[in-house]
């Protein structure tokens, strides 16, 4: 065997896995193979017999050894990883009683059922991991050695855990984002996302529209959006007045006095308004309710929503549905064969939306979705 440890960080054992592992399913170690001792393991790869009982301790847990008292460590006659555990961080907003709440919020959304699905599919056991975001340096290598430690493989929710993430991809640790990101990420396609909004609004026949977005000024997607909105506007021979795209801010509180306020101020409406986030899109049905704005014959509206949102409207929004089940499920599968079969993990994939036609929107689709048989 070549030495191809690198030493110096915190996930050496881990490296000694991988290498060890890569070398039982290339056929080096071949099965039932007796593996050399601890010690000229540990002399072989230059790391300590500490980091080499650790590493054999768990490839045993995962399958691929198995230790025969007083003959020594074999390999297994059929080695698989048959216990992969997967965690999937997500961002705690604050340490509090509100935690239940969103962990009931976070576990019953599209994204994180989509993980699950896939982690059965792949028989991997998927955990839930809540952890700070935006830590300093010792809370992300504190976070990543908890990680490497526990896990097999890593999904995160978006850039918020850069920090963590990049200790754990520079150390060869795998790790995908379900969102858009410098690292490998699953998402799905703003740009085409948007061409289906102002596709639909220019089909309905809608001359003007006012885009609502969340965020700051400064946010990539929302430029992002911004951008691909006017372009596919602009080919279409339209134009939107920079006072008609308006951002807001974050707080979910916030963003419902603001809206009233713009409305209130407003003399005229525009043909459609879009929002580019769920949280505008249910403030905006329950403002245009409180207003009795006639929709669709007077208004329309459009927006991206999810499954849990879609239980709470009336009427049914016409909304972007964003692939959240495929991303989570497309990530799992990314890990699986990464850590299976060490295949790299694409630098980026991306998924694309579809334009659901509810009651918000004129109906140019011929027909409406039959609703008794309508399936979340």
């Known amino acids: 065997m070549k030495n191809h440890i ?41 790391v300590s017999r500490d980091t080499i009982r650790t590493a054999l301790r768990a490839l045993e847990e ?22 992969i555990n997967i965690a999937f961080v997500f961002p705690e907003p604050e340490i509090s009683l509100l935690y239940q709440g969103y962990d009931n919020f976070v576990t ?34 504190v976070l990543a050695q908890h990680l490497t430690d526990s896990y097999a493989g890593v999904i995160f929710p978006s850039e918020e855990f850069d920090a963590s993430a990049r200790i754990l991809i520079d150390a060869g640790f795998p790790c995908v984002f379900c969102n858009q990101s410098m690292f490998p990420h699953v998402y799905y396609d703003r740009a085409q996302a948007m061409t289906l909004a102002t596709g639909h609004i220019r089909d ?54 603001r809206m009233l306020n713009i409305f209130d101020r407003r003399t005229d409406l525009p043909d459609a308004i879009f929002c580019a986030n769920p949280t505008i899109s249910l403030t905006l049905l329950h403002i245009a309710q409180k207003n009795n704005w006639q929709i669709p014959e007077k208004i329309q509206l459009l927006g991206y929503a999810n499954d849990m949102d879609l239980q709470r409207t009336i009427p049914m929004l016409t909304h972007i549905k964003l692939p959240h089940a495929e991303i989570g ?48």
């Open 6 to 46: 690198v030493k110096g960080n915190i996930f050496l054992y881990r490296r000694v896995q991988s290498h060890l592992e890569k070398l039982v399913r290339k056929g080096v170690l071949k099965p039932e193979e007796k593996i050399p001792g601890e010690r000229v393991l540990a002399k072989e790869l230059n």
């Open 62 to 83: 995962d399958g691929f050894l198995v230790r025969i008292p007083a003959k020594g460590t074999f390999i297994r006659s059929t080695p698989v990883k048959n216990n």
């Open 108 to 141: 019953n959304s599209t994204l994180w059922r989509g993980i699950v699905a896939a982690g059965a599919q792949h028989n991997a056991a998927i955990s839930f991991q809540v952890a700070r975001p935006y830590a300093d340096k010792t809370e992300a290598e």
């Open 204 to 257: 309905n026949g809608c001359r003007s529209i006012m885009l609502l977005g969340r965020g700051s000024k400064n946010s990539f997607s929302w430029n992002q959006k911004i951008a691909a909105f006017k372009e596919d506007f602009a080919k279409r021979g339209m134009t939107i007045p920079d006072e008609n795209i308006i951002l807001l801010p974050d707080s979910s509180e916030k963003i419902f006095h």
């Open 329 to 376: 499920a497309k990530a799992v599968e990314l890990l699986i064969a990464k850590i299976r079969d060490n295949q790299e993990i694409p630098q980026k994939t991306i998924l694309k939306a579809s334009l659901i036609q509810g009651e918000t929107t004129r109906n140019v689709c011929g027909e409406k979705i039959n609703f008794e048989n309508f399936q979340l």
